[in-house]
Every structure is written in structure tokens, then in C-alpha cells.
């Protein structure tokens, strides 16, 4: 097991009615910015439930911060932070909106001229403008972790940020949204989380046997809840199991005293930025021929993941890896989501050249748990995903 | 599941070489009680480690902190820190310096007059002096959790105490620390470990997948070292995963949304107290029986465990369940440790009378998963453990 260091601060309220004790998180006297998305939540009751909780509180509202959250749009949202002396952010949404806050959080106090500097040099924010969560879209794990992606149009840029300072204060994980969640973002949360929980294990063995077995747990649950998700999203038991794995998969635990991976996400954010694919499907693109042209270095961890998540008990240390490789790429099918670029755009001839080049651009030349992986490898294993 | 709230705000220092790190989390200007044993850390090196990490810090001492921590002696502590003015304390030990730590953390800023009262009233703790720990045992997992017992000899009372404000703000864990713990000590901390796990997992079923995966995975992972660290404690990788489990085992994250038990622990503290049993060796005298007597209520989750830990495929549900008591006897077993009251005192006729009276005598009268379990269902577990 390798040293680290492992600090979560994030209150957790889980559970059916949990969002009417938003009002006891957030301080009296707070002049709160409330963020949301496409404004499904003024349809579904989750405004309300939140709006009432929050009678009597100073409350600005800033709606449409779109699914990869936009840095323009941002910018305008840190205006009224700015000009509405607000001092607590409130998400209310998934991944996209709460990664856009955290990044608001950050630029709200920033000292520098350009908050992009927050992303493009990598500056860690110590501290940030506290902000609490309401999840409405299990998947990215983004209300217990201090890490965002932000995604700039004019550039083409999406970029990770993040720092001690950047845990949600409070999220409210209240399993019955995910019953008036469409059928494609439930698809989505169970592939997104699904993989983050590969890309922590799927790579050598280092004799951090809790983490491998926490980490399998995870994806045996997603994987028993996943068929009664797609069938029946108010199928409470589902639904919590659901989101409880999500928030789980990406808090920081599992990669404690690992190595990682997160080649899948690297080149995945690519075809985001390129293609505008889900980043879930992006991933679900790249995962199979990742694992295929890597299956040397990382046979005994997929032979594991075979046995132990899947049940596959015969074969050898080789048949049971590629056997591992199939289920996954099975499971994504099983949830309805493809897993060949060709399947998402015409005009996938040529991806992976970009991709190459786009990641030597940006200086990432050592992908992949030995951070050995060059752009060059990475074109190849795009071009496996045509 | 059922509704729950989670927060756990203490920083971990995971791994060999993090002693010297104590310097970077306390705050320069503080001053300093440190709090240990029965001074074995002066001959193991570890104390060496913390002073030479605290060179320029005002450090008070403060030894002797008996195993079931002794009111008595921290009320002396307690004078110390009022007397000295400190301003921070740092527990260098096992789960009962902590526990009297977190003590002395509650008692130092409690307003009342006597703070017994802390725990015979049930006061929690919402902020106390703020404590640091260095980990020389792992067991009870009190150095990421909030809770305390605390023992008094002259009521013959142990008893328990916690709150939010009784985290430690940081714990270093060094798995190097564990070549140094006697035989009996590294059993007692794989039986407390193991069997706190137990305590938070054999109910009933209530859906709750991934917890239920993750207590699993600890319990699997104690199996897996615990041969080694008996046979070897210098090795890192076993050591590295026995404390992590430890700590795993009781912070909290298993017993979110799912029943828990804790009546082996309640009667266990009873039979310490009437006879100085170590702690770990009493939940291994009562873990057997107390299954066996409420192996009605329990077998679903009891076959679980058997088919998923140990690996018992055949047989009916109760004949499972029958297989996974046997196995965790088998355990205790494994690692030198007896499972019967008459293995550690002759005088054991009449204690199972005796700890119902004392559990009366408490209002102790609705123990385990269903508050069901009265005094004279203790009386019998505890006679079956004879």
C-alpha cells in the first residue's frame, strides 16, 4: 500500500425528505446564490421542496449552467456573486452544476486578474466561498469530492481544477430524484460512476486489499441495481443503492494508498470537447480498447475484477481478464449505451490523430497508472474505438 | 436503507515515515500535553519519533493512562491542562490513551461542575479542545471516530461518550508501529476490529448493498492478514492492511443507513468490568452465543456472511448460518484467543445474574437491532458463553 493522506470534510445528508434540512445547514444570515441547470428542477418539485426549506433566507437566483458547465456563462453567474454581495452558494443539480459552483466557490475568491488561471496553471484553492449541494443526478460523485471540470467553448477546453478548500460544506443526496430522471442520464450515472471505479482499480496489484474489495463492492452493487434502475427508477431501494455508490465511487477513499488510472477520462474529455458525446458514453467509448491494448500490464488486476465482480472462476490469469474486459463492455450494452465512436458520429476518421496531438498540446505525455502511456498510444487506442 | 447523516472530518497520515509529519498539523503556537500509556512507546522508538517531529513546540507529558482508561487518573490530566494552560492535545497510543484523550478534549471546555456527568448524562460533545493522535494499536478504531469509554473503578462503571466535536483533527497511522505490539495485543486488536465490524452488520437485511459489500471486505481482509500478522508483524503489507481495517472498521461509514447491534459490546463491557477480561477477548466470549441464542432474527444475514466471507456454498439458510458462528469461533480460535468465561476466570458461575442486574440497574433494557433483547436474554447469552 503506498502512503497518503485522506481528509473528507463534506456532511452527508442522505435520504426521502432530507432536502427540508437545507435550511439548518445553511447560516441564518447568508445571502445565498442559488444554482441550477436547464431548470428540470421547476418541473419535477425539487425547486420547490428547496425554495420552501429556504423561506425566510436572502436568496438570488442563477439558472442554466449547462450540462459540461460553461466557463462564459460562469463568469456571468460571478458577476452576480460579486455585485449581489452573496456569501454561500447553493447547487441544485448533478455533476455539471456542482462542479460549475465549485469553480465559482473559487474564482469568488481568487485574488488573480483571470480565474481561467485557476485551470490553465493549475492553482489549488485553499479556501473557497462555502457552498452546500442538493444532488438531483447520481454520477459524478462531485457533491463529496473537491474536484471540478470546466469547459470553455472558445478554446475548446475542458480542464480539471480543484483544492482542500472545494468540499461541498453539506450535499443532500435524496434518492427519490432519481425517479424523474430520463432514461439516457440514468444510463450515464451508471456508466460515469461505474467507471471512475475502474479507473482507481484497474491497474497493478499493490496489496491494498480493503480498497480492492471496497472497490469491487461498488460495482457489484451498481451492477445489481443497474437492470432495476433502467426498469424502474422509483424503485426506492434501487435508487439509494444507486446513489449512495456514486457519491462512494468518487470520494476519495478508494484511491487512497492506490495507484490510478484515469487515461479513460483524459482522452474521454477530449471527445467531449470535439464531439460533444456524454462524458458517460465518452467513457464507455474508450474503456474496452484501453483495457485491450494495455492487457499486459494490467492482467492480474482485470483477471481479479473478472473473478471477483463477475464470477468468472475458469480460464487463465489472460482468458479471465479479456473475460473481464467483455463483461464490462456487456454491462454498458445492458444499460443501452454504445460503445464505438462510430456509433456516436460519422466523422470519427481522424479522431485519434487529434486526440494525439491535442494531448501533446497540452503537455500530458505520460498517461496511465506508470505514467507511461504517449499520445502515440493513446491514437491507437481511440483508433481500436472507431 | 434508512436515512442517515455522515460527516467525518478527521485528516488521516497514512503510512511509514508520517510520524515526523506531526510538526505540519498542530498549530505552531500551541501548547502541547502529550498524553500516552503505560510508556512502551519510550522503548519502542515511536516516542523518540513525536519529540524529535515536536523539537521547538511547548510539550507538556502526561503517562500512565491505564488500558480502560481510569477517571481518576484523567481528572489528574485534567488539572494539568488547566494548570499549564494548554491549548492542544496529542494522544500517542492505542484506543484508550485516545479514548481518555477525547475525555480530557470534552472535560476542558465543559462548563459543569463534575465531569462525570459527561457521560452518566449522556452530554455529546459539540466542540472540544482540539487532539491530534498517533496511532501505536490499531483496534478500536477510535482515531477517526468520536466516541470515548470510559472507565471509572470505584463504581465499578464503564460507560460511553461522544459528539461531533470529538473528532481528532488528525490521526497519523505508521503500519511500522505494529512490529513492535505484543502477540497478545495484535489478537485483541484483530478480535475487537472484526468483531466491531460484526456488530454493525449482523441484523437483518435492509438493503442496504454497498455497506453491507464494505463490511464484508473488511472482515475478508482481517481473515486474509490475520495469519500473517500473528506469524509476523515486521510484515509492512499485512500490517498496512490490519490497520486500515481497524480504522475502517469504526469511523462511521459502515453503519450509515443499516441497524446495528452493539449488544456483545454492551454485555462485554460488564464482564471487563467485573473482571479486568481485556475488552476484544470479551466480545469473543459472547460473540458465539449471542448469535447462537438469536439465530432467528439474524440468520438471513448470518448465511450472507458465511456464503460470502467464508466461502459456505451448501446447506439450507439456518444451516448456513449455523456454518458462519462456527467460523467466526474458528477465528477467534485462530488467533489464540478463547470464547468461554471459564478460559479466563473460575468464578464465573452466577455473572450472567450479575450482568443483568447491572444492565437493569442502568435501564438497559432493550439491547441489539430490535431494542428487544431484555436483561434476562443477556443473563442467558451469558450463561451459554460459560
Redesign the interface.
Known amino acids: ?18 432536502i427540508a434540512k437545507v435550511s439548518s445547514e445553511v447560516p441564518a444570515d447568508a445571502k445565498i446564490l442559488l444554482l441550477f441547470g436547464g431548470g428540470s428542477i421547476k418541473k419535477n418539485g425539487i425547486y420547490e421542496q428547496v425554495m420552501s426549506a429556504l423561506e425566510g433566507f436572502d436568496v438570488v437566483e442563477f439558472g442554466g449552467i449547462p450540462a459540461n458547465p460553461e466557463y462564459a456563462i460562469l463568469m456571468e453567474a460571478l458577476e452576480v456573486i460579486k455585485t449581489k454581495n452573496i456569501t454561500y452558494l447553493l447547487a441544485v443539480g448533478g455533476g455539471s452544476v456542482i462542479d460549475g459552483t465549485k469553480f465559482l466557490s473559487a474564482a469568488a475568491e481568487y485574488d488573480g486578474d483571470e480565474p481561467w488561471d485557476l485551470l490553465e496553471k493549475r492553482i489549488p484553492t485553499l479556501k473557497g466561498m462555502p457552498f452546500g449541494t442538493v444532488l438531483t443526478l447520481p454520477a459524478t460523485g462531485s457533491e463529496m469530492n473537491s474536484g471540478a471540470v470546466i469547459t470553455r467553448a472558445d478554446t475548446k477546453q475542458k480542464l480539471t481544477m480543484g483544492g482542500a478548500g472545494l468540499f461541498p460544506v453539506f450535499s443532500i443526496l435524496d434518492p427519490t430524484v432519481v425517479k424523474s430522471i430520463p432514461q439516457r442520464q440514468l444510463a450515464n450515472g451508471l456508466a460515469d460512476s461505474f467507471t471512475h471505479v475502474l479507473e482507481q482499480y484497474m491497474t497493478y496489484p499493490i ?4 480498497q480492492d ?2 472497490a ?3 460495482m ?2 451498481l451492477i ?2 443497474a437492470p432495476v434502475i433502467m426498469k424502474d427508477p422509483t424503485d426506492y ?1 434501487a435508487a ?2 444507486f446513489m ?2 456514486c457519491t ?1 465511487a468518487l470520494n476519495g477513499l478508494i484511491q ?2 492506490v495507484p490510478t488510472d484515469w487515461a479513460i477520462h483524459m482522452m474521454g474529455h477530449e471527445l467531449t470537447a470535439l464531439y460533444g458525446i456524454d462524458h458517460a458514453r465518452t467513457l464507455a467509448i474508450l474503456t474496452g480498447s484501453h483495457y485491450e491494448y494495455n492487457l499486459e500490464t494490467k492482467r492480474e488486476k482485470l483477471a481479479q475484477y473478472a473473478t471477483r465482480v463477475w464470477g468468472v472462476t475458469e480460464g487463465s490469469v489472460d482468458e479471465k481478464a479479456k473475460a473481464g474486459i467483455e463483461k464490462t463492455v456487456g454491462f454498458f450494452h445492458s444499460i443501452g449505451i454504445d460503445t464505438k465512436l462510430s456509433d456516436y458520429t460519422d466523422d470519427y476518421k481522424g479522431t485519434g490523430a487529434e486526440i494525439a496531438k491535442r494531448l501533446t498540446d497540452r503537455g500530458m505525455t505520460g498517461l496511465g497508472e506508470h505514467r507511461s502511456l504517449t499520445p502515440a498510444d493513446a491514437e491507437k487506442i481511440v483508433e481500436m474505438s472507431y
Open positions: 500500500m503506498k502512503n497518503f493522506e485522506f481528509k473528507n470534510p463534506t456532511k452527508i445528508l442522505f435520504g426521502e425528505g432530507q496489496g491494498a486489499l480493503l474489495r471496497i469491487e463492492g461498488i457489484q452493487s445489481e441495481v431501494k439509494a443503492n449512495w455508490c462512494m487512497k494508498g
